[in-house]
């Protein structure tokens, strides 16, 4: 009898904030296709999501949160680990951008950004990292960062600095939560297709200059993001503790 993968996850119950669409449908498709039970979470309507999981074969449930509610993180967790049993796999996705010169950015962009992609990052993996301590349980966190925790980018002042606290979070964590069995790492993508970077797609200079950058020769594909979520996420990555991962067809490396 062959021995189960490494990279399967069949039995494990995963939550994915901002599933609706683009990296986080990618992350939830891809775990349900690696036998994952994956609770979409988010403001939006997951229809889409929970179609696509079905049709794969996989099992999906529908949560919907608003992620800049104060104090919502521990419902949120609660409700999860009602609807589909423990959870074994948080992957913290939500997030949004603002763009303005950073001469003009405003108060309220700055504050909504780093609420969502920072301040609740940290207190969901807060409260799902005491569920499973409080359990005798292991868990594993992947945080979406950002190739912008590695660089400054441009009209994206909030963004940058939500993404490069995310990437200091994420070691922090796993420094105090590794030797309690709950492993902490970060992907940072590249440029890749979604709702947050249509506005450059559209403007045929960015998305140009965009593509010549890419050693790949392309924008990358929410799918490229969901196999190095499912990596992080299983039993493969058992001694992954603290890393940033690039997913960014090489633009690091240029």
């Known amino acids: 009898m062959a021995a189960a993968s490494p990279f399967g996850l069949t039995g494990r119950t995963a ?25 979409a979470a988010g403001r939006s309507d997951m229809g889409e999501t929970q179609a696509l999981i079905t049709e794969a074969g996989g099992a999906g449930h529908a949560l919907k ?22 959870l074994d796999i948080l992957i913290n996705n939500a997030g ?35 569920s499973a301590v409080d359990a005798g349980r292991t868990g594993r966190i992947v945080n979406i960062a950002s190739l912008l925790a590695f660089q400054g980018g441009i009209r994206v002042a909030s963004y940058t600095a939500s993404k490069s606290g995310l990437a200091g979070l994420t070691k922090l964590l796993a420094c105090e939560w590794a030797a309690k069995g709950i492993n902490v790492n970060a992907i940072a993508p590249g ?28 924008w990358g594909r929410p799918s490229d993001i969901g196999g190095a979520a499912v990596f992080l996420a299983s039993d493969a990555a058992a001694y992954v503790n603290g890393a940033v991962i690039p997913v960014d067809g090489g633009w690091l490396a240029r």
């Open 15 to 39: 939550l994915v904030t901002g599933a609706n669409t683009g990296i986080g449908q990618g992350i939830a498709l891809a775990l349900a296709e690696a036998g994952a039970t994956v609770i």
């Open 65 to 86: 949160v608003d992620l800049q509610q104060q104090g919502i993180a521990p419902r949120v967790i609660d409700q999860a680990n009602d609807l589909a049993g423990p």
């Open 191 to 218: 440029y890749i297709e979604s709702n947050n970077t249509q506005a450059l797609r559209a403007d045929p200079d960015r998305n140009d200059a965009i593509l010549a950058r890419i050693p790949a020769g392309r």
């Open 96 to 130: 949004i951008i603002r763009r303005a010169d950073a001469l003009d950015f405003s108060e309220s962009d700055w504050d909504e950004v780093m609420n969502v992609n920072l301040k609740a990052t940290f207190f969901l993996a807060q409260a799902f990292a005491k």
